[in-house]
């Protein structure tokens, strides 16, 4: 197996390639979104990728999608063969790896839940005894569990790193009832799929989910619960 790393349609609109990621136009409610075996670590794309990864996080993310029923997602088809044409003419770029989904307004923030302290909300624990405004406890060790798990915001880099912000910071950019409600779906995620994991003797540290409108709802978009947006411990 050859590590699928770019991927061309003819006849097709391309809207934009990320770090994994490929997005097309199908019209114009609908796009088609392929998981590349493209690996990306610290804003950096490498020249090779590991042959069937984007089926094994497509995969991963489509189970979680169907599980999750308390919040509606982007969804509309898992089966490249009941794709438009020409794309379900191309296994070899959309078999088990790509999506069809309904077009949404994204919300260009990071919706991070936190059960442990690590990675950058460490760092900013060292320095302020905060993670994204919020006080935590003193002397937490690193991969320390927080007493709760914690809603940690952080703006979305087109290039560059992330930012984290708080809560009032997003407040302001997006309103206080849409932040409550991206806030209360992040933890409730975060604690149906840490109450899943635990059963499976696997820690969900943290994890990010990305959010957008559809019309006027909050949908669930992107990609769900996968190694590359989540952190995942062995528990043993």
Sequence with gaps: MEAVTTTKVPGTRKLFS?????????????LIIVSTDRVSAFDWVFP????????????????WFKNIKFINNHIV???????????????????????LVKKAK???????????IIGSGWKDYQKTGKVCGIELPK???LASELPYPIFT????????????????????ALGT??????????????DFARD??????????????EFGFSEKEIILIDEVLTPDSSRFWDAA
Excluded at 18 to 29: F, L, Q
Excluded at 48 to 63: E, V, Y
Excluded at 158 to 172: C, F, L, Q, R, Y
Excluded at 177 to 190: G, H, S
């Design 18 to 30: 990320g770090k994994v990621r490929d997005v097309y136009k199908v019209d114009d409610e609908h």
């Design 77 to 99: 088809e898992t089966n490249y063969k009941n794709f438009p044409k020409p794309f379900c003419d191309y296994p070899e770029f959309f078999q088990d790896r790509a999506v």
């Design 153 to 172: 915001p952080a703006t979305k880099a087109a290039s560059g790193h992330d930012e984290n912000i708080t809560i009032e910071e997003m407040k302001k």
């Design 106 to 116: 994204r919300i260009d923030f990071e919706c991070v839940a936190r059960g442990y």
């Design 48 to 63: 090779n990728g590991i042959p069937g990864k984007g089926i094994i996080l497509n995969t991963i993310s489509n189970l």
């Design 139 to 141: 002397g937490l060790r």
């Design 177 to 190: 009832d849409v932040a409550e409600k991206l806030a209360q779906a992040t933890l409730d995620l975060y």
């Design 196 to 209: 899943k994991l635990k059963k499976a003797g696997i820690i969900l540290a943290d994890t990010k989910f």
